[in-house]
């Protein structure tokens, strides 16, 4: 067990508690959660709602709009704003490096495609929406501590799951053994599944933790898995087993991480082979997870290829600028959706050509700059600072770059506050520095960093990153 760090304080000075005493700010992560679900969740989603036939319906949704989710990012905003404001910070955030800037740059090139939008509305609400997130990302980053974050990405998606498993059982939804179910709770199913995604990752990386009853959060992890496969979410269960190798990966050692690699990358290349050979009967309800057959609909990821396609075409009409952030799909094109493609589409079906539609080259660089060079920092991070929630940024950061390729909505409406709340704190947060009042310095012995208060650090006394658990959690 790690004691706390003593420190040489000043005669008469206030002891302030230890940063493992830190108190976990519950009231303030309730309330999150309760407007995020309100934004994002419908109790009556699987009885009001046929997600494989909304294509006409959609393009309403997105000229209109829906209250609720108004409402919802209304208040959002409007807590972040009254906590900057009113409440004192318990950690300090400053732009340190190149790649917070680049951040900055993204933000401020959104408004301005406004200038050129086709459809000045849309874009303006959802400026309105990326300022209102963008606020409560910063005034949660000045309260939570990493493992806060960690432990609010579980535990809100926890509750996500299990009120969606419960409303499905309500309506007499939940049929695992029908061939076409996929749990969907209270959203759409590829939404629950990178929500059933974030629970998977945090909860594995709290089992790693120095905390009181670790080996339940593997039994959640577990079941959230079996729920994850029952969304059949391709794409978010993909990135999931590539996240969870990665956060895996850094727990172990390089040569048998090495090894695990090579032996996976020699597997593949032998299935390819025989594949291409005819000399391998190929699993395409499996590797589809029940969802259409054939090798054809297996190679076009069930026909975003083709849907790809024909977007491309229209980035070559503004491959520098764009239509408008986050816009392209507008009401117009959502219903020509169905006419120009073997299915309907409402959406890009992935983040970057999302991006690039909507902010052209200019906006996709900085975006995908952002991306890349927080994957970069959490790995430095966590190369100094061998923890599990350092691992868990870097392992999210992976989820959202790979499932972006086949989902635009990695960062939208509700997984867009957890994720940017991750790279929020890579770009927001120094690892050097723990609670207001405190820092972390390296132990000269172990390399680690540990905590330091109001005066120099006593030698041979070690420390650990800063952490919300009381001394009742710890192990």
């Known amino acids: 067990m790690i004691e706390p760090l003593r420190t040489h304080e000043a005669p008469g000075a206030p002891a302030k508690p230890a940063i493992e005493e830190q108190p976990i700010p519950w009231f303030t992560m309730i309330l999150l959660g309760g407007l995020l679900f309100l934004v994002g969740h419908r109790l009556d989603y699987v009885a009001a709602v046929d997600w494989s036939t909304t294509f006409g319906t959609t393009a309403d949704a997105i000229a209109e709009g829906q209250p609720r989710r108004r409402l919802g990012y209304f208040l959002l905003g409007l807590w972040g704003v009254v906590s900057i404001i009113a409440v004192k910070p318990q950690y ?11 951040a900055v740059g993204f933000l401020l090139w959104a408004p301005m ?42 535990l809100s998606s926890l509750a996500y799951a299990l009120i969606g498993l419960a409303a499905e059982l309500a309506y007499g939804a939940f049929q695992p053994l029908s061939p076409e179910y996929r749990f969907a709770g209270t959203r759409h199913p590829n939404h629950q599944g990178m929500n059933l995604a974030r629970l998977i ?44 190798g990665v956060f895996w990966g850094l727990h172990t050692s390089p040569l048998r991480l090495m090894a695990v690699v090579l032996s996976a990358g020699a597997v593949g290349i032998l299935a390819l082979f025989l594949i ?9 309800q499996f590797i589809l997870m029940g969802r259409g057959s054939g090798i054809r609909e297996a190679l076009t990821l069930s026909g975003r290829t083709e849907l790809w396609q024909y ?20 009401p117009e094109r959502a219903a020509q959706m169905p006419a120009s493609l073997p299915w309907g589409a409402s959406g890009t079906h992935s983040l970057y050509l999302e991006i690039l539609l909507g902010t052209g080259a200019i906006g996709f660089g ?82 680690r960093l540990q905590a330091a208060a109001h005066g120099p650090v006593r030698p041979g006394v070690s420390g650990e990153p800063a952490g919300p658990f009381p001394p009742h959690w710890r192990g």
Request: proline share 4%.
């Open 92 to 102: 300090k955030l400053r732009l340190s490096g190149f790649t917070p800037w680049l």
């Open 113 to 154: 495609t406004l200038l050129w939008a086709e459809d000045f509305s849309l874009v303006s609400r959802r400026l309105v929406i990326l300022g209102m997130v963008t606020v409560a990302t910063v005034a949660a980053l000045r309260q939570f501590s990493l493992r806060q974050v960690v432990l609010f990405t579980a």
């Open 201 to 244: 990752l945090g909860a594995f990386c709290l089992s790693k933790m120095k905390i009181a009853g670790r080996r339940l959060f593997v039994v959640i992890a577990v079941v959230a898995l079996v729920l994850l496969v029952l969304t059949r979410s391709r794409s978010a269960f993909g990135a999931t087993l590539i996240a969870l």
């Open 276 to 284: 291409q050979n005819e000399s391998l009967s190929t699993p395409w």
């Open 311 to 330: 977007l491309w075409t229209f980035v070559g009409e503004r491959p520098l600028l764009g239509y408008g952030y986050n816009s392209f799909m507008s």
């Open 366 to 447: 900085l975006l995908m700059g952002t991306l890349v060079g927080c994957l970069g920092r959490a790995v430095r991070w966590t190369s100094r600072v061998r923890s599990p929630a350092h691992a868990f940024l870097v392992a999210y950061i992976v989820f959202i770059i790979v499932n972006g390729v086949m989902g635009a909505t990695t960062m939208a409406p509700d997984p867009k506050f957890v994720a940017w709340l991750a790279l929020g704190y890579v770009l927001l947060r120094d690892p050097q520095r723990g609670p207001a009042g405190t820092h972390l310095v390296a132990d000269p012995r172990s390399g």
